[in-house]
């Protein structure tokens, strides 16, 4: 759901370890963590009928957006077991559902599997469909969160098991109610994610064998929100976006460098927090928005606003994206909206690339692609558009996969797609779909 535009100080981007190359799509949001496809040769409009579908092949159920890098491309699913069915309520979190997370590894040209791992992962957690965050791929590894905590490192290339961790055995950590979904991401040779546990909300561990490095944090709620890496105060700082605080700590060691208050309402802060300028943002349901400065000769903030009413954003399933000083995004209520920093004032709410009239966390992925946009929306329709601090434009839009989920009484497609090699590639929770979208 993190837009780095120039605004951000360069040495956010830099502190990322190397990933793949640039045409590969290996972690969430893309090479660089910003939602940015950097690509040419792409369609300006869909072809009569819609883009072509390159291959199919079948998955089971999971909101995890698929990895794409050397070749391969990678998701996550849940299989049930047998006889055991997901409740009626998707909030019942009561009974502990019998079931096997998956890692699939398929070939990026057939989409034929290449290699399976699975282990067995009782749910009980809200929204049980599956896995919720996306493979992330760097020197041979890959790296899966499970929603209930399983972290596992593998080998790229045969599936072979290299370390694993369970965050509810190693830390006693109680998932959150829509389950692990913090993406995991690499700083150096740390992998750091939001784990849960006494002192342990986020965690920094060795990529190469599993080994704890530090561990900070003594928010006892996760939340959802993977951290924000920038430079600030003559320092890197890894900010992290807590459900009762928003604060920063070294990368290299974990020490807090500031905090702040910070009230999500039911635990529900999952943004990543979004720079521009010298300042930050974060926001959550129900107007918990916040609004930060960062101080220029130390580590530190100052609170610009907080919980402002009929300001800001408040986030649910998608992203926002800055673009010159203004944070594009989808509200709760479902519009996606247009909001100034550092004012938060609100410039334009628009139905955007939504299928229908917003009804209330609607979703649409939000990619950039030179001086466009592509939309994935949660009717499984591809849209281009334009965004500026006027107004949202559409270009073209076309149906690419169905609606296999349901929330709130309609049918949904929530998984994050890749853009790599000129395609698109998006999953529901039956098949994953390869999409050409070069130039012809």
Not at 373 to 385: H, P, T, Y
């Amino acid at each position: 759901m993190n837009s780095r535009n120039l605004l951000l100080a360069s040495g956010a981007l830099l502190a990322l370890a190397p990933l793949a190359n640039g045409d590969d799509w290996p972690q969430w949001m893309g090479p660089k963590r910003d939602n940015v496809w950097r690509e040419t040769g792409i369609i300006e409009k869909f072809p009569a009928g819609g883009p072509k579908v390159l291959w199919r092949a079948p998955v089971a159920a999971g909101y995890s957006g698929p990895a794409v890098a050397g070749g391969k491309v990678y998701v996550t699913d849940r299989v049930l077991a047998k006889g055991s069915e997901n409740p009626a309520d998707p909030f019942d979190t009561k009974k502990k559902i019998d079931s096997t997370e998956r890692v699939l590894c398929l070939d990026e040209k057939t989409g034929k599997e290449l290699w399976k791992h699975e282990y067995p992962c009782a749910y009980q957690i809200s929204y049980p469909a599956g896995p919720r965050c996306t493979p992330l791929v760097s020197d041979g590894k890959v790296y899966t969160l499970g929603a209930m905590g399983d972290l596992y490192c593998l080998d790229a290339a045969s599936g072979k098991e290299l370390w694993k961790c369970d965050f509810k055995a190693a830390y006693k950590s109680k998932p959150a109610i829509w389950g692990f979904a913090a993406h995991p991401i690499l700083d150096g040779k740390k992998l750091i994610t939001l784990v849960g546990g006494e002192g342990a909300h986020v965690v920094a561990f060795d990529k190469d064998t599993g080994k704890e490095l530090w561990k900070a944090g003594d928010d006892k709620e996760i939340g959802y929100a993977p951290p924000l890496f920038t430079e600030a105060g003559g320092v890197r700082q890894m900010i992290v976006a807590a459900p009762k605080s928003v604060y920063a700590v070294d990368p290299e060691t974990g020490k807090q460098l500031w905090t702040t208050p910070y009230n999500a309402t039911s635990t529900s802060i999952i943004m990543t927090p979004v720079r521009s300028g010298d300042h930050v943002f974060v926001g959550g349901y129900q107007t918990k928005n916040l609004m930060l400065k960062l101080t220029a000769d130390k580590p530190g903030v100052e609170v610009v606003f907080k919980d402002k009413k009929g300001a800001g954003l408040s986030p649910v399933n998608v992203q926002p994206f800055v673009q010159d000083g203004v944070v594009y995004g989808h509200d709760e209520g479902g519009a996606l909206r247009a909001v100034e920093v550092p004012s938060g004032k609100r410039l334009w709410d628009s139905p955007g690339p939504l299928a229908s009239d917003p009804k209330g966390s609607d979703t649409s992925f939000i990619v950039k692609n030179g001086d466009r946009f592509f939309f994935f929306n949660e009717s499984g329709e591809l849209v281009i558009g334009k965004l500026t601090p006027k107004e949202y434009e559409e270009v073209d839009r076309a149906k690419v996969i169905e609606q296999t989920g349901a929330a709130f009484g309609r049918k949904v497609v929530w998984c994050a797609p890749a853009f790599a090699d000129k395609r698109m590639f998006v999953r529901n929770d039956k098949e994953i779909i390869c999409v050409d979208l070069a130039a012809k």
